[in-house]
T-cell receptor
Framework: AQSVTQLDSHVSVSEGTPVLLRCNYSSSYSPSLFWYVQHPNKGLQLLLKYTSAATLVKGINGFEAEFKKSETSFHLTKPSAHMSDAAEYFCVLTGYSSASKIIFGSGTRLSIRP | EPEVTQTPSHQVTQMGQEVILRCVPISNHLYFYWYRQILGQKVEFLVSFYNNEISEKSEIFDDQFSVERPDGSNFTLKIRSTKLEDSAMYFC?????????????FGSGTQLSVL
């Protein structure tokens, strides 16, 4: 069975410090993995996606994620947090044959302390 | 970047009433989706739509739900007789294609409250 687990429901960091949002997945096939961000009163915006081309994926706003098959992980990182990064982040696993069979993680709320 | 637009942003209704949630997908997209997120739970797939018909639906999408693309630009979700448990954030999404690694564009959601 396919599943996505976001290990932290809430992460709080100081501005200028690194961000780590953790995601583990379970999949019986080669997965496509995404990170989406949702700012208050906004839609879900794609940060980055992994589709087997490269294990280290760079996204928008300085975020990147590394696909580690041995650890079944796809953690999201950023070297230096900015106040505007405060939002809800979702790790998403897509189905083998269809974009509609996508599985969302439960989300991680990122707070940034001044 | 192009955006998917959803209206209204908030909808309050009485149990048993019909509601229609509206979405304007990105103009050149061919695939359309509805998802929902009940407070405190994960985002769940409801239905996908292509070529004027439902291509896939989840077990949540029962007979009280229907979707329509009435005029070539709007994509609507109708809930015929709302229940308390239908209270959720409903997201519309669209995409150019339907591959597994397709990028979905999401709207900002409609918060539905059933009283």
């Amino acid at each position: 069975a396919q599943s996505v687990t976001q290990l932290d429901s809430h992460v709080s960091v100081s501005e200028g410090t690194p961000v780590l949002l953790r995601c583990n997945y379970s999949s019986s096939y080669s997965p496509s993995l995404f990170w989406y961000v949702q700012h208050p009163n906004k839609g879900l915006q794609l940060l980055l996606k992994y589709t087997s081309a490269a294990t280290l994926v760079k996204g928008i706003n300085g975020f990147e994620a590394e696909f580690k098959k041995s650890e079944t992980s796809f953690h999201l990182t950023k070297p230096s947090a900015h106040m505007s990064d405060a939002a809800e982040y979702f790790c998403v696993l897509t189905g083998y044959s269809s974009a509609s069979k996508i599985i969302f993680g439960s989300g991680t709320r990122l707070s940034i302390r001044p | 970047e192009p955006e998917v637009t959803q209206t209204p942003s908030h909808q309050v209704t009485q149990m048993g009433q019909e509601v229609i949630l509206r979405c304007v997908p990105i103009s050149n997209h061919l695939y359309f989706y509805w998802y929902r997120q009940i407070l405190g739970q994960k985002v769940e797939f409801l239905v996908s739509f292509y070529n004027n018909e439902i291509s896939e639906k989840s077990e949540i999408f029962d007979d009280q739900f229907s979707v329509e693309r009435p005029d070539g630009s709007n994509f609507t979700l109708k809930i015929r007789s709302t229940k308390l448990e239908d209270s959720a954030m409903y997201f519309c999404a669209s995409s150019e294609g339907s591959r597994a690694n397709e990028k979905l564009f999401f709207g900002s959601g409609t918060q539905l409250s059933v009283l």
